[in-house]
């Protein structure tokens, strides 16, 4: 590295020579050091504006518009199978919807006629069950009656008096059976 006395003493209007000049004339732009005082400093917009200039030439800018532009245009194509993507897969969406709606109204009828069915079978069973008790009653006072009227070598009935005939019985079974 220089130090400031030798970057002092350099010869910046000489040509600098890259395959083996004299050790003392370095050229500025290859060296890496700026030799301005701090009176002579430019300021930070004089060189951004040097370092602009020398970086783009009219080669640089179209090179640059030109991936810019290819770079847009990429852009847009993504944007464009990002969009149909979106698309597809909404009308997925939608037709996914709609047969889970149609499912949904199909199981809804179907419950509802199970509901009446279960509805009729239960009001069926109800009525089963209080016809299977009129029955058990009848039968219970259809024996009680026969106990009444049988004979006693049968384990009718043993009280005083004569039992009656069958034609009496089935008279009396009769009349009790009308009265209810």
Do not use: Y
Not at 88 to 107: H, P
Not at 123 to 148: D, G, K, M, T, V
Not at 166 to 178: I, M, N, P
């Amino acid at each position: 590295m220089l130090s400031l006395q030798e970057a002092l003493d350099l010869d910046f209007a000489a040509p600098s020579s890259s395959c083996g000049g004299a050790r003392d004339q370095l050229d500025i732009i290859t060296s890496g050091f700026t030799p301005w005082g701090p009176e002579s400093c430019p300021t930070l917009e004089q060189v951004m504006t040097m370092a602009s200039s020398t970086a783009a030439t009219p080669n640089d800018k179209d090179e640059e518009e030109l991936r810019r532009q290819r770079r847009k245009v990429s852009n847009r194509l993504s944007a464009q199978r990002s969009r149909a993507r979106k698309q597809q897969r909404l009308q997925e969406l939608r037709a996914t919807a709609a047969r889970l709606r149609a499912e949904k109204e199909g199981l809804a009828a179907r419950l509802r006629d199970l509901a009446r069915h279960d509805l009729a079978v239960r009001c069926q069973n109800a009525r089963l069950r209080a016809e299977a008790a009129a029955l058990s009653r009848r039968l219970r006072e259809a024996r009680r009656l026969l106990a009444n009227f049988l004979p006693p070598q049968h384990g009718g009935w043993t009280g005083a008096g004569c039992p009656r005939g069958v034609a009496g019985v089935a008279d009396d079974l009769r009349a009790r059976l009308q009265r209810r």
